[in-house]
């Protein structure tokens, strides 16, 4: 039983800081806009919220301070795609390389050095139900903060007039600016919105879950953020199940090794990936469910005209 | 020491290699010439772990040649293709030239045929040519005397170990680790976890993880960073740590297999610098020193400790070797026979786990 209960509750941790990546990248692309840089955002994120933490500051400040690294280096993406209208793969995928530059280049000081990891908030009475308690109930807080965001999200999008407002901005462009709304300034909120998202996954990285800093250490995780938005065809709670599919079966390969399952660990290692190809090909043979969650627009410039 | 970027130094590093023309380590005795040393770290300096030792290494040739040195150290080359270049632009200015990163291998065999005179020295290389030497550390002595620790403190009598890769360099510390266990406390098992990745911080505290639910309370891991250290002690396990001592991330820290190579560096700059320098495959242990045990664990008892020093001593006089048979394989057949030891060469090519190992190489 122990056993089960550290494979869910590994799962739910190791899905954190996916969930709070991608969740902020479906909104920039329910907006018509494509972000490629995920991964360069969550490493400036990491690192400013760890130097932080480095100088002293409080654990809350530090993870703000994650949100509003990782929201500036969204801006330079924004500028980029949306004033100049540059290509919007081209945009992103510098932001991805720049990030990776630029947080080697500041934690050059910090190289291995431990901090203090973020609390664990264990939810009063809830977390003494045995098996639940220790399952769901004993997390640092940003996991609880993820998941609060899901709903969050899925709630602004479609039980609110803005949330209405950008997935139309998603859709045609055209039409929202005909009727008056500020396409460009939105799409920049958006953009805002999923760097800071990313920036908070990033320090969840660098402050809670491996509380060190090394270069590059998201290792791919903005990569499969990206993923995991076209998993979900743009749906929050959809994306919080993908999270889950994927940490669950990180985890549950490691399980089988150390367990002497008589498999290449190669192989192993594979299966978080081919589980995900397996589900978007089982997704992608229900073009309906696609094509009404797909933003029309999406990654294409908008030039206001008339 | 010179600290360049990459960059600057290719525009740079051509016109002064054509200007000086081929100074050779041969000819460097003669003439009362500084001696030039190039090296190229896999990845940023840091803290601990695998560069931070070669950059040890950097600084003793430093303090031993002082002025008559120029140094010339390149961090984060990775990529084999930058390599090349990095080697043959390094090796038309300098005398000795270093790698040390097992993905440097191809790239300096390219090279080296083309610079007869400059001598070339690669670390975890497997070719050696007429000037490319190679180093490289008989690990699995530092997991022995580990295991010994570990073995003794282990409550449940699981062991875990987390590696990067299966491949002879990690699977063979890995044996070596569960065989010091059993040394003192036969029952022992070692499960392992291959991460199949040089560098993922998160997959390798998932793995550390993984292995405390299935309860392993003695974590070894092989791998480039503290998380598997931190990760451990955080969960109340014991770590092993690797390459550097990394006692400041955890408490629980029993000690740490350390690497010194600066008797090799030393040792290729001096030989270089007297004209006698000659390509030679070195695989040091416990008795030549470059292999380590950081300071143990003030928790491990007093007279775990003395049994620790006596293997450690034992196998740098060569009394004890961690691979004496009768050592069997995973499925109990008898690899080696009762009283025998293995070869190097089926050492540096071991991919089978002795009995005890859980997990999967195949």
Request: charged share 15%; with cysteine.
């Amino acid at each position: 039983m122990s056993l089960f209960i550290a494979i869910v509750a590994g799962t739910i941790i190791a899905a954190t800081p996916l969930v709070f990546a991608a969740l902020g990248e479906l909104v920039v692309e329910k907006s018509g806009v494509l972000n490629l840089g995920i991964e360069g955002m969550m490493l400036i994120g990491a690192v400013f919220a760890f130097w932080a933490v480095f100088a002293g500051l409080p654990m809350p400040v530090a993870i703000l301070i994650g949100a509003l690294s990782g929201a500036a280096a969204s801006l330079i993406f924004g500028v980029l795609a949306l004033t100049f209208m540059t290509n919007q793969y081209a945009a992103g995928l510098a932001l991805a390389i720049f990030g990776g530059g630029v947080s080697a280049f500041i934690g050059r000081g910090f190289g291995s050095t431990p901090i203090p990891s973020l609390a664990r908030l264990d939810i009063p009475f809830l977390s003494d139900i045995p098996v639940l308690g220790p399952m769901f109930f004993r997390f640092d807080p940003l996991v609880y903060l993820g998941l609060f965001m899901v709903v969050a999200v899925g709630w602004f999008l479609y039980r609110t007039k803005a949330g209405l407002i950008l997935r139309t901005i998603g859709e045609s462009p055209q039409s929202a600016h005909a009727i008056g709304q500020p396409v460009i300034r939105i799409r920049y909120m958006a953009v805002l919105f999923g760097g800071a998202m990313a920036g908070i996954g990033g320090a969840y990285l660098s402050v809670a879950y491996t509380p060190l800093w090394v270069e590059n250490m998201t290792a791919g995780k903005g990569w499969i953020a990206l993923a995991l938005v076209v998993f979900s065809t743009w749906r929050p709670t959809r994306l919080l199940v993908g999270a889950w599919l994927f940490g669950g079966m990180t985890i549950l390969q490691l399980q089988g090794q150390a367990f002497g399952l008589r498999v290449p660990s190669e192989l192993l290692s594979a299966v978080p990936y081919l589980a995900t190809i397996v589900v978007l090909v089982i997704i992608s043979r229900n073009r309906q469910l696609l094509m009404l969650n797909f933003p029309a627009s999406l990654a294409k410039p908008f030039r206001p005209s008339g | 020491m010179i600290r360049t970027s990459r960059r600057k130094f290719l525009k740079y590093g051509g016109a002064a290699g054509a200007a000086l023309g081929l100074g050779g380590w041969a000819n460097l005795a003669r003439a009362d010439e500084i001696l030039r040393v190039g090296v190229v770290y896999v990845s940023p300096v840091s803290d601990i772990g695998w560069t931070k030792q070669h950059s040890l290494g950097v600084e003793a040739i430093r303090a031993e040649f002082g002025d008559r040195v120029e140094l010339t150290v390149l961090d984060n080359v990775y990529n084999p293709q930058d390599a090349e270049r990095v080697f043959r632009e390094l090796a038309s200015t300098n005398h000795l030239v270093f790698g040390t990163s097992f993905s440097h291998g191809t790239p300096l065999q390219r090279v080296a045929p083309r610079f007869p005179d400059v001598a070339f020295e690669h670390c975890s290389g497997i070719v050696h040519l007429d000037n490319l030497g190679t180093f490289e550390a008989k690990y699995y002595e530092g997991t022995y005397v580990a295991g010994v620790a570990a073995g003794h403190m282990s409550e449940s009598g699981r062991i875990g170990f987390v590696g990067g890769f299966p491949i002879p360099d990690i699977v063979g510390p890995a044996n070596a680790l569960l065989l010091g266990a059993q040394s003192v406390n036969p029952d022992v098992t070692c499960s392992t976890i291959f991460l199949n990745s040089w560098y993922d911080p998160g997959r390798e505290r998932e793995a550390v993880n993984t292995l405390v639910s299935q309860g392993c309370d003695v974590i070894c891991s092989m791998t480039d960073t503290a998380t598997g250290v931190q990760t451990s002690g955080e969960l109340g396990a014991w770590s092993i740590g690797y390459a550097s001592d990394m006692s400041q991330f955890s408490d629980r820290h029993l000690t740490a297999f350390t690497l010194d190579w600066s008797s090799y560096y030393v040792d290729a700059a001096r030989t270089v610098a007297d004209g006698n320098w000659v390509a030679e495959e070195h695989w040091g242990g416990l008795s030549d020193g470059v292999v380590k045990m950081s300071p143990y664990n003030e928790a491990i008892p007093a007279e775990v400790q003395a049994e620790m020093d006596s293997v450690k001593a034992a196998i740098a006089a060569g009394e004890l070797h961690p691979y004496r048979g009768e050592l069997k394989n995973q499925d109990g057949e008898v690899v080696v026979a009762e009283g025998e030891v293995l070869s190097d060469g089926d050492i540096r090519s071991m991919v089978w786990f002795v009995e005890g190992m859980i997990g999967s190489l195949s």
